[in-house]
């Protein structure tokens, strides 16, 4: 497809188990953003990655969280022992360049976001 | 601390009529703003940007305004349809974080036939 997708799109899990959320980005978009979106707010940024690199993990909550982008393209964010405050929507972006999405011509492009619910 | 406010958590404008949508920012190294639309259970769609170093944006039915001085800027959407309601989401981005978007918590546009 032509826009970035992510599966699943909806999970549920127990509070515990270990998941994993993909991101497929539009094709030969360098930059990866990963986001946290809580109900009735605006999404919180996790990580970006430019190419395979991860440029900046500040935004990950705790250790339990883990992205990865091993080839530069799909990625997956992984959280560890799942409690309850991880509940949310994840959300992926990509952009063509390198700057994240910065100017006019390159915002980033978003998925249609991994809906997470732990029991 | 927010840096990137939107106070009102919804707006009803009548089809045809001007939305006007506002946003608040208080961190003085952002420098690039967006606005970004979502549908329920979609992800946010880009829909116009701007830079500080211009103070007006214009692309079809939607122009963005910045007001440097008071940290503030807006969205325009004229004539309002009924496909145009939605969440609109106000994102920023700095130069000391140039890829981070920081983003208000959204206003909800209603346009009433």
């Known amino acids: 497809g032509a826009g970035v997708s992510q599966s699943p799109r909806y999970k549920v899990a127990k509070r515990g188990q270990d998941v994993a959320l993909r991101c497929d980005p539009i094709?030969?978009?360098?930059?990866l953003f990963w986001y946290q979106q809580a109900l009735g707010q605006g999404p919180e940024f996790l990580t970006y990655?430019?190419?395979?690199?991860?440029?900046?993990k500040s935004g990950l909550p705790s250790d339990r969280f883990f992205a990865e982008r091993p080839e530069g393209s799909v990625s997956t964010l992984k959280i560890q022992r799942t409690q309850q405050e991880d509940s949310a929507v994840y959300l992926c972006?990509?952009?063509?360049?390198?700057?994240?999405?910065?100017?006019?011509?390159?915002?980033?492009?978003f998925g249609d976001g991994t809906r997470l619910s732990i029991l | 601390d927010q840096q990137v406010k939107q106070n009102s958590p919804s707006l009803s404008v009548q089809e045809g009529r001007i939305s006007i949508l506002n946003c608040d920012y208080t961190?003085?190294?952002?420098?690039?703003f967006l606005w970004y639309k979502k549908y329920p259970a979609e992800g946010p769609t880009f829909l116009i940007s701007?830079?500080?170093i211009k103070d007006k944006n214009e692309d079809g039915r939607f122009t963005v305004f910045l007001n440097k001085s008071a940290k503030h800027l807006s969205l325009h959407i004229v004539p309002s349809q009924p496909g145009d309601s939605a969440v609109y989401f106000c994102?920023?981005?700095?130069?000391?974080?140039?890829?981070?978007?920081?983003w208000g918590a959204g206003t909800k546009l209603i346009i009433k036939p």
């Open positions: 961190n003085s190294m952002f420098d690039y």
């Open positions: 972006a990509s952009s063509w360049g390198g700057t994240g999405g910065r100017g006019s011509n390159q915002p980033q492009h």
């Open positions: 094709s030969g978009h360098v930059s």
């Open positions: 990655f430019q190419n395979e690199a991860q440029l900046d």
């Open positions: 701007i830079s500080s």
């Open positions: 994102a920023a981005s700095g130069v000391d974080s140039n890829y981070q978007l920081i």
